[in-house]
């Protein structure tokens, strides 16, 4: 038979796919349609390797002509006819059958549904569809029939998908937490190949920003470097400032918008996001802690500063 439809090729083609989606769901904002592909096309080839496993002949059609049959049995080395197997719609129903896969899963479906472009976004989901959580799940379901180990399937993605399966998390906690590490993933690829030293010598040189201070509009917003959770470089925490309360002359108070970092590409933004990132989302700066002046220099990053971060250092830190 041919080599491509045994076990281990199978096999070794999903774990390849697998690895691509996960690879492209980490990317900079997130290649939505090439995960769903790959994932698709991942789940696909491990049902079909499941099948395999047990018996080529669940690969073939039910409409399949008798050489087929025989060539999937094993008694004949090829035949003539175009060799046809089942799609992964079939073979996840097969699976269904042998009480391998659960009776009913729409989101499986609709994550099926979606690879094949049938349903677009719009396929019979469940209201908490996530389709890498989905992935992740019905991947390692099968792997546990196989007596495959998940962590030598999943490779260097292992901690990406124990974050997905993590049933403690949230889907937001879920999703910053595999924001950060392809965000870790991304900029360790980066050093691959070079010598040892060399990400701790990047991060050790890599620079932060200067506290500053701009207007938009009527809002005033404050921007200053903070420790990137992906991969430890500097990054920048851009925060809104509250309106002072009246009477307070001690205090400056921010609302956090985002965290970035150009170092791995990472961008966390809003609130749920930021919590889950363990990024504080709102802080206060004391002002009698350092010099008013000190700090309305470092604010405004010019010995001459214009006259909108005058007015604003004056309004804002003005005092004794």
Not at 161 to 189: K, W, Y
């Amino acid at each position: 038979m041919d080599d491509s439809l045994s076990y281990g090729s199978l096999f070794a083609g999903a774990k390849k796919f697998a690895f691509s989606a996960w690879t492209s769901h980490n990317r900079h904002s997130g290649d939505r349609e090439l995960f769903l592909l790959h994932a698709g096309v991942s789940i696909e080839r491990l049902a079909k390797a499941t099948l395999a496993k047990q018996s080529p002949i669940l690969l073939m059609e039910t409409n399949a002509k008798e050489d087929l049959l025989l060539y999937f049995a094993g008694a004949v080395p090829s035949v003539e006819t175009r060799i046809r197997t089942i799609g992964a719609s079939v073979a996840i129903s097969r699976l269904r059958k042998l009480g391998v896969l659960r009776p009913k899963d729409t989101d499986l479906d609709g994550l099926i549904e979606l690879r094949n472009g049938v349903a677009h976004l719009a396929a019979d989901t469940s209201e908490e569809f996530d389709p890498v959580l989905t992935f992740a799940r019905t991947t390692t379901e099968l792997l546990r029939h196989l007596g495959e180990a998940p962590g030598d399937y999943w490779g260097r993605m292992t901690s990406l998908a124990n974050v997905v399966l993590s049933e403690a998390s949230s889907q937001v906690e879920r999703e910053v937490a595999i924001q950060i590490r392809g965000a870790r993933h991304r900029f360790e690829e980066r050093f691959l190949g070079l010598q040892a030293d060399a990400m701790e010598t990047y991060r050790a040189a890599a620079k932060g920003i200067l506290p500053t201070l701009r207007q938009l509009d009527d809002d005033v917003y404050f921007s200053q470097s903070r420790r990137c959770p992906g991969c430890r470089c500097p990054g920048i925490l851009d925060a809104k400032v509250l309106p002072l309360k009246e009477g307070s002359k001690e205090e400056i108070f921010f609302e956090v918008l985002v965290l970035s970092c150009k170092h791995c590409d990472l961008v966390i933004e809003g609130r749920e996001q930021l919590v889950a990132a363990e990024v504080e989302y709102a802080f206060s700066l004391p002002l009698e802690s350092m010099q008013r002046r000190q700090l309305f220099h470092h604010l405004t990053r010019e010995d001459t500063p214009s006259g909108i971060e005058v007015s604003l250092a004056a309004h804002l830190f003005k005092g004794p």
